[in-house]
Nanobody
Framework: QVQLVESGGGLVQAGGSLRLSCVASGRTFSSYAMGWFRQAPGKEREFVAAISWSGRNTYYADSVKGRFTASRDNAKNTVYLQMSSLKPEDTAVYYC???????????????????WGQGTQVTVSS
């Protein structure tokens, strides 16, 4: 079992930056690919970014490409999402998730992730 706890959300003005963190419990964290998703009010949860177990491979949604960067520190059991040039449409609850499948392919759909955090609110004001 893996438990995930996100932090780092908050209120920021458009154009600003935030860094989200997701700390995982369990010794198997370094084996798992990790993903970031977000859910805005009244909308479905959507894929944001994914990062391989080593951190060498990443994949981003088109809407955040060039603005968001996923990274991880396996020694700290932590994955990060650096968000820059934030827009009001980035406002959402952000979730991290763990994929225990050991697949070489980075997953972009929710059903392929096995563990989820409780989410952290990001609000971008215009």
């Amino acid at each position: 079992q893996v438990q995930l706890v996100e932090s780092g959300g908050g209120l920021v003005q458009a154009g600003g930056s935030l860094r989200l963190s997701c700390v995982a419990s369990g010794r198997t964290f370094s084996s798992y690919a990790m993903g970031w998703f977000r859910q805005a009010p009244g909308k479905e949860r959507e894929f944001v970014a994914a990062i391989s177990w080593s951190g060498r491979n990443t994949y981003y949604a088109d809407s955040v490409k060039g603005r968001f960067t996923a990274s991880r520190d396996n020694a700290k059991n932590t994955v990060y999402l650096q968000m820059s040039s934030l827009k009001p449409e980035d406002t959402a609850v952000y979730y991290c998730a763990a994929d225990r499948s050991l697949s070489q392919r980075l997953a972009i759909v929710m059903r392929e992730y096995d563990y989820w955090g409780q989410g952290t609110q990001v609000t971008v004001s215009s």
